[in-house]
């Protein structure tokens, strides 16, 4: 008999309902993107291992408490936590400004929460918000690309392939885009972190 691949949202009511064994397979079947994810960003096996353990037990903290509401989308929801866990990681050692420069999640990082409350979700909320009105200034191409990494979560030759263009374009394209926000939130002293 054929092996039925049982859909993530399935796996995560089933788990909700008691089913133990569905977390078992949803972490199989995603440990290696999350944990590469992590490794990527940490590059050590010590804290990528701790920041894969945390990242399950918000994971599991959620789901027994019912709070978990993203309709579908499992893997990005965790890879969120992992990011934010790696954020806080950075955070706690002081180290966050070698990544501000080189990747896109500078700006987008700190709009993380961590079981945030009410007020704090107003915050993010608005930030989201600002940042929103930002990126629609942006040009056409740069905010097309922009959009498609950060909220589609595109890798850059998806993006090179749905616009048409060479992953070098879509890569220079995220810079500028990168380097406009940037210039945008320095002139009008926009301050991102709460």
Same mark, same amino acid.
């Given at each position: 008999?054929?092996?039925?691949?049982?859909?993530?949202?399935?796996?995560?009511?089933?788990?909700?309902?008691?089913?133990?064994?569905?977390?078992?397979?949803?972490?199989?079947?995603?440990?290696?993107?999350?944990?590469?994810?992590?490794?990527?960003?940490?590059?050590?096996?010590?804290?990528?291992?701790?920041?894969?353990?945390?990242?399950? $037990?918000?994971?599991?903290?959620?789901? #027994?408490?019912? +709070?978990? @509401?993203?309709?579908?989308?499992?893997?990005?929801?965790?890879? =969120?936590?992992?990011?934010?866990?790696?954020?806080?990681?950075?955070?706690?050692?002081?180290?966050?400004?070698?990544?501000?420069?080189?990747?896109?999640?500078?700006?987008?990082?700190?709009?993380?929460?961590?079981?945030?409350?009410?007020?704090?979700?107003?915050?993010?909320?608005?930030?989201?918000?600002?940042?929103?009105?930002?990126?629609?200034?942006?040009?056409?191409?740069?905010?097309?690309?922009?959009?498609?990494? $950060?909220?589609?979560?595109?890798?850059? #030759?998806?993006? +090179?392939? @749905?616009?048409?263009?060479?992953?070098?374009?879509?890569?220079? =394209?995220?810079?500028?885009?990168?380097?406009?926000?940037?210039?945008?939130?320095?002139?009008?002293?926009?301050?991102?972190?709460?």
């Amino acid at each position: 008999m054929a092996n039925i691949v049982i859909p993530d949202p399935v796996l995560v009511k089933n788990y909700m309902d008691g089913d133990e064994n569905a977390l078992a397979i949803l972490i199989k079947r995603h440990q290696s993107k999350i944990y590469g994810f992590i490794y990527s960003k940490v590059t050590d096996r010590d804290i990528a291992d701790d920041i894969f353990q945390d990242t399950f $037990i918000k994971v599991i903290k959620t789901l #027994k408490s019912r +709070a978990y @509401n993203e309709e579908g989308k499992f893997l990005p929801w965790v890879m =969120r936590i992992s990011h934010n866990l790696i954020v806080d990681h950075f955070r706690r050692n002081k180290k966050m400004p070698m990544f501000r420069e080189t990747e896109e999640f500078s700006i987008f990082s700190i709009m993380g929460d961590n079981c945030p409350n009410i007020e704090s979700q107003m915050i993010t909320s608005q930030v989201e918000n600002d940042v929103k009105k930002l990126i629609e200034e942006l040009p056409d191409d740069q905010k097309e690309v922009l959009q498609m990494r $950060i909220y589609q979560d595109m890798s850059f #030759k998806e993006i +090179a392939d @749905n616009t048409g263009v060479s992953i070098n374009t879509a890569l220079g =394209r995220m810079r500028y885009a990168l380097m406009n926000l940037r210039k945008v939130i320095e002139k009008n002293n926009i301050v991102l972190t709460n």
